[in-house]
């Protein structure tokens, strides 16, 4: 994430019980991971969305564990996350109402073309995993509870690990977001695992090459969680929900969500996966 993003997050912090309007406003503020922010899908969407109801939706950014600690504090309308058991526990502490499916793209191990752990081809990503550790060949993380953070933790348990030893390194600047990860990566000439959408926006820019792909245990689901209403009355309840029927709409915001990306890189960086597109899809 861009520098002015960060002071943005830290300057939300300070002031969010100010610039936050009350309930009732054409206003919904939405914290969401950093990933669909990057790509561009979170502008495109609410740019779109107030042009068809003139509701204005502004945004902040972070991993999703800061994401979900940022909404905590009640003036948060929305979050837009993609880590499970963060947000079943973000909902069981009574945080957000419910889990609602938006969209969906996939995580991918990249490294180095020279490739020294062999793993280029393999079909799992914990083999992969597996064999990198085992080879001791560097691998970067982001290391900061992201929802990338905690998709890799998993991968990394499934296969019976836990990845530790000066191979495997944290990023220092890991909580700025996938972008610049993938970025010290290619600078040090390491493996990673990223999601697909960072590294087709930088792959003219990096080195580094996508060598496992397409393992369904890398599906990277995206959900939007509406605060609650009953824990932080503030909340503007009413506009946030316009905006997630909106985006779950299979003729509105998961048409856009669909065909974001496929002009400009020929494969599109996100797909639609809300309940009303996969009910519209079986008729």
């Known amino acids: 994430m861009k520098k002015v993003s960060i002071l943005f997050c830290l300057i939300v912090f300070l002031i969010l019980p100010v610039v936050v309007p009350a309930a009732g406003d054409d206003f919904v503020f939405m914290a969401s991971t950093i990933g669909p922010i990057d790509s561009g899908i979170v502008s495109v969407l609410e740019d779109h969305f ?3 109801t003139g509701i204005r939706v502004r945004h902040v950014g972070a991993g999703t564990g800061a994401t979900l600690g940022i909404a905590k504090k009640g ?3 929305l979050v837009m ?3 499970k058991s963060l947000e079943e526990k973000f909902i069981a502490e009574g945080y957000g109402t419910e889990r609602i499916d938006l969209m969906y793209n996939d995580f991918v191990i990249v490294g ?3 490739d020294p752990a062999g793993i280029k081809g393999m079909k799992k990503g914990g083999e992969a995993l597996k064999t990198i550790a085992d080879k001791k060949a560097p691998f970067l993380t982001r290391g900061d509870k992201s929802g990338t953070h905690v998709a890799e933790l998993l991968i990394w348990e499934k296969a019976g690990m836990k990845p530790a030893g000066n191979w495997y390194a944290i990023y220092e600047k890991g909580s700025e977001g996938n972008v610049p990860t993938l970025r010290e990566a290619d600078k040090r000439g390491v493996y990673t695992f990223i999601d697909r959408a960072t590294f087709l926006g930088l792959q003219k820019d990096i080195k580094l090459v996508v060598l496992v792909e397409k393992d369904e245990a890398l599906l990277n ?3 939007l969680i509406p605060v609650n209403p009953k824990k932080f009355p503030r909340v503007n309840a009413k506009a946030a929900m316009t905006y997630v029927t909106w985006l779950t709409d299979p003729a509105k915001g998961q048409l856009i969500i ?5 002009d400009k890189y020929g494969s599109p ?3 639609p996966n809300s309940k009303q597109w ?3 899809a079986q008729k």
């Open 269 to 271: 960086l996100f797909f």
């Open 112 to 114: 180095p073309p020279a």
């Open 50 to 52: 107030e042009k068809d």
């Open 278 to 280: 996969r009910g519209a």
């Open 258 to 262: 669909r065909d974001f990306g496929k």
């Open 75 to 77: 003036a948060i309308d």
């Open 221 to 223: 689901f995206i959900t």
């Open 81 to 83: 996350v993609h880590a």
